[in-house]
């Protein structure tokens, strides 16, 4: 008996794929530790600082939150150099991921 799945195209391009999985552990994992660092530092300026951050860190957090995150990437890498901020595609990925992330 045959079996439906054939391996064999798969198994070719393995180095492809591993280098896409380790691309894409790194990108999570930057994207974690920075997006920890903007969410901790949000909720303590929410919770300990200034009355006049509260009001800014809700309205980024709402914003973010009710954004897809597609278009948040989509933001961060075609919008952001029309203001003349030119960012690798990685460097994207994680200023979005990150941003994202902070926000939850």
Known sequence: MQTALQFGPILVHLDLLLRGLEKSIQLAALSILFGT???????????????????????????????????????????LPLFGFKLSSNTAAVVALSIHLGAY
């Open 37 to 79: 660092a903007i969410g901790v530092l949000g909720a303590v300026g929410r919770s300990f600082g200034p009355r006049f951050l509260s009001w800014p860190i809700a309205a980024y957090v709402e914003m973010i939150r009710n954004t897809p995150l597609l278009i948040q990437l989509y933001f961060v890498f075609f919008s």
